[in-house]
């Protein structure tokens, strides 16, 4: 099972990007798939999950700016990052989590099986 995830950059404070992440090796329909990340100095940190079941679920700090969605005929699973801040730099990292997760769960790391590389973004300007 592999996650590449793609998208990262160096963008201006304010201005959008699309964080986009594939997955091989196996079918995720039925599996619960989510963003991390993690700024330097800091642990990892949850940013938004989708659920198998279709629900999606966002950090308190990224809520009304960042949305999470997918594609399961891609395997794939976006996230869109509007309204970017410095405090939004870190490296992101996709994960995938089993469908039978429950909600609570999802904000830990601890709940994913498999994860991407990571990809950059830095908000400067």
């Known amino acids: 099972v592999q996650l590449q995830a793609s998208g990262g950059g160096l963008v201006q404070p304010g201005a959008s990007l699309r964080l986009s992440c594939v997955a091989s090796?196996?079918?995720?329909?039925?599996?619960?798939m989510g963003w991390f990340r993690q700024a330097p100095g800091k642990e990892r940190e949850f940013v938004a999950a989708?659920?198998?079941?279709?629900?999606?679920y966002y950090a308190d700090s990224v809520k009304g700016r960042f949305t999470i969605s997918r594609t399961n005929a891609k395997n794939a699973v976006y996230l869109q990052m509007n309204s970017l801040y410095p405090e939004d730099t870190a490296v992101y990292y996709c994960?995938?989590?089993?469908?039978?997760?429950?909600?609570?769960?999802?904000?830990?790391?601890?709940?994913?099986?498999?994860w991407g590389q990571g990809t950059l973004v830095t908000v400067s300007s």
């Open positions: 994960a995938v989590a089993p469908g039978t997760t429950l909600s609570s769960l999802l904000r830990s790391s601890k709940s994913y099986d498999y």
């Open positions: 090796g196996r079918t995720f329909s039925s599996y619960s």
């Open positions: 989708f659920r198998a079941a279709g629900m999606t």
